[in-house]
Every structure is written in structure tokens, then in C-alpha cells.
């Protein structure tokens, strides 16, 4: 790929941006504004540098998401295996007193 000259450039810029002129009548004056391709060329840059930063918050913000969600459930499943143990606990600590209660027999 060849590296774009100061003039080649420029002439892209010329075609992409053309100088535009717009006229504007209120309460009977006329008045033109002028906007040229280094406004519009930087205009359009500005709004380009918002939507990659807005782009790049939308990412982040769903990765934060993505990774508290994963957490959430990660806890869900840990307190399951937790409950499970403990009802398995309870059901053994049953069976010994019952078994205690035979031995006192």
C-alpha cells in the first residue's frame, strides 16, 4: 500500500469534504455561511473520536456485565454445593443418633 502524499491528500479531503456554502434569509437579510473541507474534515473527525469512545464504554460496560454475571452464578452454584453438603451433614449427624439410640438399648 503506498503512503498517501501531501497532495494526494489533500485532493481525497477536497473530494470528501467539498467546500459548501449555504444561505440563510431572516427579516429580510440575506446571509451566507461558508463551511470549509478543514471544518467539515474536523467535524467529522470529532464525531468519529465520540463514537469509538462511546464504542469502547458500550464494550467495557458489557464485559463488566458479562463477568458480574458469571460471579452471580458462580455463588449460586457454590451455595448449592454448600446447601447440599449441609442437608448430607444433617442426614449423617441423624443416622448417629439413631444408631447411639440402639447402642443405649
Do not use: C
Not at 2 to 12: I, T
Not at 62 to 68: E, I, K
Not at 80 to 96: I, P
Amino acid at each position: 500500500m503506498k503512503a498517501l502524499s501531501g497532495q494526494s491528500l489533500k485532493r481525497r479531503l477536497t473530494t470528501l469534504f467539498p467546500e459548501r456554502e449555504f444561505i440563510m434569509r431572516s427579516q429580510g437579510q440575506v446571509r451566507f455561511v461558508r463551511i470549509s473541507t478543514r471544518w467539515q474534515a474536523l467535524a467529522a473527525m470529532i464525531a468519529l473520536v465520540f463514537l469509538i469512545a462511546w464504542a469502547a464504554t458500550m464494550i467495557v460496560a458489557s464485559v463488566a456485565r458479562f463477568n458480574a454475571e458469571r460471579d452471580r452464578m458462580s455463588l449460586l452454584d457454590r451455595e448449592a454445593r454448600v446447601t447440599k453438603a449441609e442437608n448430607r451433614v444433617h442426614q449423617y449427624r441423624n443416622g448417629l443418633d439413631s444408631v447411639s439410640d440402639g447402642l443405649t438399648r
